[in-house]
């Protein structure tokens, strides 16, 4: 792989995973427009670089977390990711095409619908986390296993729904993907230790497509976290809309 091809995707990696615009949508489009190619490996570790972007943005939450871990949020983090896991064994097992990107449109249409709803249709009242939020959360965060739906637009959707104010829903988002961001890592891992090779991706690229994913995924976080506070997701949802009619040519 080219070390350009490794920076675009890590940029884009990194920047995907937290903007509300699916970084599976992205990379797929891009492996269609000849930018890179699948790696099992090179993914596993972008992964891991946007993991290690948590870690660093959200330190102080994780924290907190690490010193309380039986607290309340840590149970819900823990309830949020029962139906993940279970949608995203059913897509991969059930509907292995849907995950492969042949709906990929669609994806984008589910995360622009969405987005739009979240601005403009949820009730005025005021929520907080609790089992019935965490486990909607998860539902929500399994289906954004399909290419094209993100995974902190779908999550964030389901938090606002349930009344939970902007800033707490992207914090909480953040924090969810730490469980998950690592454990999609041990399960492709696993899955590459039992299919062997690690790839064909030199080092240098590597190396540059992990900063990459690290970096943007950092300015990503903080981006966001302070658009939450003010600002509208609906200039996001007219930018994954109109990825729909470009996925649907480069796909079909």
């Known amino acids: 792989m080219e070390i350009l091809h490794a920076l675009i995707l890590g940029l884009v990696q990194g920047a995907g995973e937290f903007l509300p615009v699916s970084s599976s949508g992205h990379l797929l489009l891009l492996e269609k427009a000849g930018i890179g190619e699948e790696d099992l490996f090179f993914n596993i570790c972008l992964h891991l670089g946007t993991l290690l972007s948590v870690l660093v943005c959200m330190r102080q ?18 309830l949020a990711c029962i139906p993940t896991v279970a949608l995203a064994l059913l897509f991969k097992y059930l509907a292995p095409s849907l995950i492969d990107g042949a709906y990929l449109p669609l994806g984008f249409a589910v995360t622009a619908v969405l987005l739009f709803a979240t601005e403009k249709l949820v009730p005025h009242k005021n929520g907080f986390l609790d089992v019935k939020t965490s486990v909607l959360t998860g539902v929500l965060q399994g289906v954004a296993v399909l290419p094209g739906v993100s995974r902190s637009g779908a999550t964030i959707a389901a938090l606002r729904f349930c ?5 707490s829903a992207a914090e909480f988002t953040f924090l969810l993907s730490v469980p998950v961001i690592l454990g999609s890592a041990l399960y492709e891992g696993v899955e590459l230790g039992l299919t062997g090779g690690l790839g064909d991706v ?15 995924g950092c300015v990503a976080i903080r981006f966001f976290l302070s658009l939450m506070k003010t600002k ?16 649907f040519a480069v796909i079909y």
Not at 202 to 216: C, D, E, I, N, Y
């Open 61 to 78: 939450p994780v924290l907190n977390l690490l010193k309380k871990p039986f607290c309340k949020t840590t149970g819900y983090i823990a």
């Open 163 to 167: 009344g939970v104010e902007k800033s």
């Open 202 to 216: 030199s080092v240098l690229p590597l190396l540059t497509g992990v900063a990459a994913a690290f970096l943007s």
């Open 232 to 247: 509208s997701m609906l200039p996001f949802a007219a930018y994954v809309a109109l990825l729909v009619p470009v996925s």
